[in-house]
């Protein structure tokens, strides 16, 4: 799930108990206090009986929505869905599945028993001093770093277009073959309860705009990739650093990949990684710190990859982000806040001046508010 916010999306919330159970008539159940996710996706996999099938979900129709009265069934504090439904894979045995249909999720939400675990916190890292075979944190990955480079046939870490120089991961395609070169390695995460993905990079002087790599994550021994992050859109020298929550993809055979996706063909055109590093822990991890509030215009608050994304890299970060429609925003929705981001997704007429005069620092990616702002001479 992602794009939580609490404005209730067009179509939300949906509210199936009787109207006394609502805050308006005396009830516990406060619909403007419930959390709302405008997107919902995923695989369900048969146990059992039905072992073997494979059904991928998508939602529909309202949100799914979460907090006290939500599920629609009682006023315990729970969450509700809709979705339809897909069957990629039927079951091995047993009864055939119908092959699509629409559904519904109502539960409870409570606290569930940890129990014991065998789980030892660890970390394993690679500061590439040592080729492919690096182990520089306190435990060991479970294999070398995996080499995909079509165009030199897997030259090993002193030659073609993955290469480990002077401390250095370097990547590049050149001349600009296509092959998407990359370099994958494997850690055994089957105990953790957490675990959280680092790296600092950096490009060289020739890195244009549409240069492009690729950083991807597996939880199934590379048969199949998610990712995380396309670093593009950079011009020339620039340094960095990414921490990621891998959680969702922990394994016994996780995998992060580094994959040049795009160009990184001309001269002096490379992206250097300094190290990697991925650590876990056994208990829940202590949620963010930050206190700061981030008021994220949008165009709609059904959201398009790119604004996804910015929400999950702030929220990542520790920033508490609060989605708004550019058609709903009013200048008190930016009080109390402490930064305003305007996407470029938003038509500017819906924003105008609505937000000119607020006390707030503001960035807008919308090129057409920056008159209405005051932001040109």
Known sequence: MSGMTTVAPPGSPKKQLNASAYVENGGPADSSTWRYYTNLSGTLSGIGGFAGAQVSIAGTGSAFQAGVGANGKNVNN??????????????????????????????????????????????????????????????????????????SGGAGPNAGQVR??????????????????????????????????????????????????????????????????????????????????????????????FRVSQYYGGDWEFLWVNFVEIEWGCDTPPPPTSSKEILFVVGDIWLNAGDTAIQTRLEGRGFNVTLIAATDVTPTDAQARDLVIISSTVYSGDVGTTLTNVAVPIITWEGWLYDDLGMTG
Not at 82 to 96: A, D, I, K, L, R
């Open 78 to 151: 729970g969450a509700s869905s809709w979705f339809t439904w897909s069957v990629s894979s039927q079951p091995s045995n047993g009864t055939y599945l119908p092959q699509s249909g629409q559904g519904d999720f109502n539960m409870d939400l409570v606290d569930c028993d940890k129990g014991t675990t065998d789980c030892v916190p660890g970390q394993v890292r690679d500061d590439f001093d040592d080729g492919f075979t690096g182990n520089t944190g306190a435990d060991d990955w479970s294999g070398n770093w995996i080499e995909n480079d079509p165009q």
């Open 164 to 257: 480990v120089i002077n401390g250095y991961l370097r990547l590049d395609d050149q001349p600009n073959t296509g092959g998407e070169p990359s370099l994958a390695r494997e850690v055994d995460l089957s105990d953790a309860s957490f675990a959280t993905l680092r790296f600092d990079f950096d490009t060289s002087s020739g890195v244009d705009y549409n240069d492009a790599v690729t950083v991807e994550i597996s939880s199934d021994g590379g048969a199949t990739w998610t990712t995380l992050e396309v670093i593009t859109g950079i011009e020339g020298e620039v340094w960095d650093d990414r921490e990621f929550d891998i959680s969702a993809f922990i394994s016994a055979e996780t995998q992060v990949r």
